[in-house]
């Protein structure tokens, strides 16, 4: 093609460039890393919508809608997304689609910036959908135009599976012609294809069965499964990155590549164990594929059936491969490449969240927390969250914990325990979280931590920043209205930089009737990148050596032998360190 050229693309990016080569008329998704910038880049092409979504579940339903009006669409996020897409992803695989419809998962074996590392593989199996699973950038672009086509031949989703390494890895991808999206258009009324009564279900649930089985009749003959014979003495049937080990590994094995790793091609796989004197199955976290070889009745060395092979937890790497090839059983997860320097997660000096935390802990609050950058306050010194399960969790969990001591007879109105969560989560699934609590007469302290944007994955918008994904001006949807739609009486907005006034307000008992909201209104540090005129220092006279300031965990602040430094590169004058300081040592230059 004479448009054709070749570029570095990470798998993000490649997969993006793939679905606007389809031709995909409608992306939707929710920010999460490590998918965050497949919508990211996505929304640079024209033609093509693309949107934040409040949350993932909303996400699905959004192209879902698309692909009835007849146009492709496809929805992106990271795995535990899927988690919340759960629901209409079920039911989609039997009323399948209109326009192809694509679902992006991007896993996180290893949890670099995850609360799990959970297989999504095992949603194939459970909605009884294709997923196909790329082993680089090229193939991601591939598979990513190649899975809008499988839709609509097979009339389903189709789950594409990226892991971290593929999704922020850099690999060579050669661009094609963008296809021109199809017109979307009113849909004809099918209630047969699209309304799922029990009536209708029950024909569309044998249609998926017979759906399956052609898959795994296309499964066979596809030609993005494939055997590359080499040595018979060890064959390895593996997919996805763990192929990019095998190869490093073991470079002389026979390797049977599965690009589609859900339905398999049993026949293929019989005909390649053949083939080979010793088989092993590689794969990261679980035993997926070499369930289903087993369960083929073929012979496998793996993690199923030589316990110790592989580890069950964490990402690969090609040394640990090797080991487990040449016959040595690796216990344990493999460690970190050694002599890269070891950071500590911390808060940015001068975000607003250490104010909030550090009274907190002043106060001896018990904090259900929730997902997001200020998670990091778990660690000491600020040690000030204690509970972290899923996004908008935090809210429904100190209300479960309000509840039950109430329960118990023992007197709740004065307990320290608070709800901290931040504004995006707040919007994507924090909301019925606290109409629960005001609905069912809950109490307690709600801390939402206004920042104006989705932080933790790189500064994305959401209802509450007044923008869209492409940057045009929207409505603006202010947390305090939400709050006090939603039945709170008791709210108050306060500057988190106000340690003082945070303090004194959290001590105080409020209104004692329903929940109370505190609203920590404060853009994050990051958005603005003004460095302070004068960054404040320690007063060495003054100083008393307490380490009050260093309790409030900013990196910017450091013991050095036994003095107190602020380094001004770090500094942003925000001043919760003075605060903190008793002897008043601390102050601007």
Same mark, same amino acid.
């Given at each position: 093609?004479?448009?054709?050229?070749? @570029?570095?693309?990470?798998?993000?990016?490649?997969?993006?460039?793939?679905?606007?080569?389809?031709?995909? @008329?409608?992306?939707?998704?929710?920010?999460?890393?490590?998918?965050?910038?497949?919508?990211?880049?996505?929304?640079?092409?024209?033609?093509?919508?693309?949107?934040?979504?409040?949350?993932?579940?909303?996400?699905?339903?959004?192209?879902?809608?698309?692909?009835?009006?007849?146009?492709?669409?496809?929805?992106?996020?990271?795995?535990?997304?899927?988690?919340?897409?759960?629901?209409?992803?079920?039911?989609?695989?039997?009323?399948?689609?209109?326009?192809?419809?694509?679902?992006?998962?991007?896993?996180?074996?290893?949890?670099?910036?995850?609360?799990?590392?959970?297989?999504?593989?095992?949603?194939?199996?459970?909605?009884?959908?294709?997923?196909?699973?790329?082993?680089?950038?090229?193939?991601?672009?591939?598979?990513?135009?190649?899975?809008?086509?499988?839709?609509?031949?097979?009339?389903?989703?189709?789950?594409?599976?990226?892991?971290?390494?593929?999704?922020?890895?850099?690999?060579?991808?050669?661009?094609?012609?963008?296809?021109?999206?199809?017109?979307?258009?009113?849909?004809?009324?099918?209630?047969?294809?699209?309304?799922?009564?029990?009536?209708?279900?029950?024909?569309?649930?044998?249609?998926?069965?017979?759906?399956?089985?052609?898959?795994?009749?296309?499964?066979? /003959?596809?030609?993005?499964? @494939?055997?590359?014979?080499?040595?018979?003495?060890?064959?390895?049937?593996?997919?996805?990155?763990?192929?990019?080990?095998?190869?490093?590994?073991?470079?002389?094995?026979?390797?049977?590549?599965?690009?589609?790793?859900?339905?398999?091609?049993?026949?293929?796989?019989?005909?390649?164990?053949?083939?080979?004197?010793?088989?092993?199955?590689?794969?990261?976290?679980?035993?997926? =594929?070499?369930?289903?070889?087993?369960?083929?009745? =073929?012979?496998?060395?793996?993690?199923?059936?030589?316990?110790?092979?592989?580890?069950?937890?964490?990402?690969?790497?090609?040394?640990?491969?090797?080991?487990?090839?040449?016959?040595?059983?690796?216990?344990?997860?493999?460690?970190?490449? /050694?002599?890269?320097?070891?950071?500590?997660?911390?808060?940015?000096?001068?975000?607003?969240?250490?104010?909030?935390?550090?009274?907190?802990?002043?106060?001896?609050?018990?904090?259900?927390?929730?997902?997001?950058?200020?998670?990091?306050?778990?660690?000491?010194?600020?040690?000030?969250?204690?509970?972290?399960?899923?996004?908008?969790?935090? =809210?429904?969990?100190?209300?479960?914990?309000?509840?039950?001591?109430?329960?118990?007879?023992?007197?709740?109105?004065?307990?320290?325990?608070?709800?901290?969560?931040?504004?995006?989560?707040?919007?994507?699934?924090?909301?019925?979280?606290?109409?629960?609590?005001?609905?069912?007469?809950?109490?307690?302290?709600?801390?939402?931590?206004?920042?104006?944007?989705?932080?933790?994955?790189?500064?994305?918008?959401?209802?509450?920043?007044?923008?869209?994904?492409?940057?045009?001006?929207?409505?603006?949807?202010?947390?305090?209205?939400?709050?006090?739609?939603?039945?709170?009486?008791?709210?108050?907005?306060?500057?988190?930089?106000?340690?003082?006034?945070?303090?004194?307000?959290?001590?105080?008992?409020?209104?004692?009737?329903?929940?109370?909201?505190?609203?920590?209104?404060?853009?994050?540090?990051?958005?603005?990148?003004?460095?302070?005129?004068?960054?404040?220092?320690?007063?060495?006279?003054?100083?008393?050596?307490?380490?009050?300031?260093?309790?409030?965990?900013?990196?910017?602040?450091? @013991?050095?032998?036994?003095?107190?430094?602020?380094?001004?590169?770090?500094?942003?004058?925000?001043?919760?360190?003075?605060?903190?300081?008793?002897?008043?040592? =601390?102050?601007?230059?």
């Amino acid at each position: 093609m004479g448009t054709s050229k070749k @570029r570095l693309f990470s798998g993000n990016e490649a997969i993006a460039r793939g679905a606007y080569e389809a031709g995909v @008329r409608v992306a939707a998704g929710y920010p999460g890393t490590p998918a965050t910038e497949i919508l990211e880049s996505l929304a640079k092409y024209e033609g093509v919508y693309a949107e934040w979504s409040v949350n993932e579940k909303v996400a699905l339903e959004v192209a879902s809608g698309a692909s009835i009006a007849g146009a492709r669409a496809l929805a992106a996020m990271k795995h535990v997304g899927l988690n919340v897409a759960s629901d209409p992803l079920m039911t989609l695989s039997y009323t399948g689609v209109g326009g192809g419809l694509v679902i992006v998962t991007a896993d996180d074996p290893g949890h670099h910036s995850s609360q799990n590392e959970q297989d999504n593989r095992n949603y194939a199996a459970f909605a009884k959908l294709p997923m196909l699973e790329p082993a680089d950038s090229g193939e991601a672009y591939r598979f990513a135009r190649l899975a809008f086509a499988l839709s609509e031949k097979f009339d389903t989703p189709v789950l594409v599976r990226t892991t971290t390494r593929i999704s922020h890895s850099r690999s060579v991808v050669t661009e094609g012609r963008p296809g021109r999206p199809r017109a979307a258009r009113m849909p004809a009324p099918d209630p047969a294809k699209y309304v799922m009564i029990p009536g209708y279900s029950e024909a569309r649930h044998e249609f998926v069965e017979d759906r399956l089985a052609k898959l795994g009749e296309f499964a066979e /003959s596809f030609e993005h499964n @494939r055997a590359e014979l080499r040595s018979k003495s060890i064959g390895v049937i593996t997919s996805g990155i763990s192929y990019q080990y095998v190869r490093e590994a073991a470079p002389s094995a026979s390797v049977l590549k599965l690009g589609m790793c859900y339905p398999l091609p049993a026949g293929m796989m019989r005909d390649f164990a053949a083939r080979v004197k010793k088989l092993y199955v590689v794969e990261e976290l679980d035993p997926f =594929i070499e369930r289903q070889v087993l369960a083929q009745g =073929i012979k496998a060395a793996g993690k199923l059936s030589r316990p110790g092979f592989l580890p069950l937890t964490g990402e690969l790497d090609t040394d640990t491969v090797r080991a487990a090839l040449s016959g040595s059983m690796v216990q344990a997860v493999p460690g970190r490449a /050694s002599g890269i320097p070891s950071r500590t997660p911390a808060l940015c000096p001068g975000c607003p969240h250490r104010g909030v935390f550090y009274a907190l802990k002043k106060c001896g609050y018990f904090v259900a927390g929730d997902i997001g950058c200020y998670t990091l306050a778990h660690a000491e010194p600020l040690s000030s969250v204690h509970t972290t399960l899923c996004m908008g969790a935090g =809210i429904s969990q100190a209300h479960g914990m309000m509840k039950a001591i109430d329960a118990s007879g023992d007197d709740t109105s004065w307990m320290k325990l608070a709800a901290v969560i931040g504004d995006s989560t707040f919007l994507h699934s924090g909301m019925a979280a606290l109409l629960n609590t005001v609905y069912n007469r809950g109490s307690g302290v709600v801390v939402v931590l206004d920042n104006k944007t989705t932080a933790m994955t790189g500064r994305q918008a959401h209802p509450g920043t007044g923008a869209t994904l492409a940057g045009d001006k929207t409505k603006h949807t202010d947390v305090v209205d939400v709050v006090r739609g939603l039945g709170v009486r008791d709210v108050t907005v306060i500057d988190p930089y106000d340690v003082g006034a945070l303090i004194e307000l959290l001590s105080s008992h409020g209104s004692g009737k329903g929940p109370r909201v505190i609203v920590a209104r404060r853009p994050c540090v990051l958005m603005e990148r003004k460095r302070p005129p004068k960054p404040f220092a320690v007063d060495a006279a003054l100083c008393v050596n307490c380490g009050d300031c260093l309790d409030t965990a900013c990196p910017a602040i450091s @013991r050095k032998g036994e003095v107190v430094t602020i380094d001004p590169a770090q500094c942003t004058a925000c001043g919760i360190c003075a605060a903190a300081c008793g002897a008043g040592a =601390i102050g601007a230059l």
